[in-house]
């Protein structure tokens, strides 16, 4: 298993707003593809103004096929126009579980 990690900085004062736009316009397209994410977080501590969502592959191809179509999809494409005015600041990492733990 591997794991898109995935945080992403707001604009201050914007949290809400994107939450309740990414709950009615971004997260049905974004799981038809991707499936339920693993985690999806904000921040309440350290770093505030920030989402965190994790999304769970069975391998970097399943990661890479999932995430093609999605982005093949007019639905998400006008997502990303929509939400891009949100952020600051994003960053991405893949995390790989290790053996002792096999995930879900």
Do not use: C
């Not at 994107?18 to 038809?32: C, N």
């Not at 399943?62 to 939400?83: G, S």
């Amino acid at each position: 298993m591997v794991v898109d990690e995935r945080t992403y900085t707001l604009h201050v004062g914007r949290l809400p707003e994107f939450l309740a736009a990414y709950e009615a316009e971004g997260y049905p397209v974004q799981t038809k593809h991707l499936g339920k994410p693993f985690g999806y977080f904000v921040t309440e501590v350290g770093t505030i103004n920030q989402i965190v969502h994790m999304w769970a592959y069975e391998s970097l191809g399943d990661r890479d096929q999932r995430r093609a179509a999605m982005q093949a999809d007019p639905a998400w494409q006008a997502w990303v126009k929509k939400a891009a005015p949100f952020f600051t600041h994003q960053e991405n990492r893949i995390l790989k579980n290790v053996s002792f733990f096999p995930g879900r």
